[in-house]
């Protein structure tokens, strides 16, 4: 699963999503990225619904965005 991952500022950020996540009942591995503001998370569907997965980042405070629906900022101001 994929996901873009707002709100995340350092590290500890970054180490603090990967370890709520990790502790989830069928996750297998968690990447985050700072850089590029996403997190790949592999888990066993059958164990895990994914929803769960991005409740678990919004509480710590994220916004998580699926990002096959993320557009950009002309796409965005081209609607208003």
């Keep these: 699963m994929r996901m873009k ?3 995340m500022s350092c590290s500890f950020c970054v180490n603090t999503l ?3 996540v990790g502790r989830l009942p069928g996750v297998e591995e968690v990447g985050v990225s700072l850089a590029h503001e996403e997190a790949l998370v592999r ?3 059958e164990q895990l ?3 769960r997965i991005r409740r ?3 509480d710590l405070g994220h916004t998580v ?3 096959d629906k993320v557009r950009t900022f002309e796409e965005e101001e081209a609607e208003l």
């Design 5 to 7: 991952i707002g709100g």
């Design 18 to 20: 990967k370890t709520a």
């Design 43 to 45: 888990y066993g569907p």
């Design 49 to 51: 619904d994914p929803d």
């Design 56 to 58: 678990t980042a919004s």
């Design 65 to 67: 965005r699926d990002p």
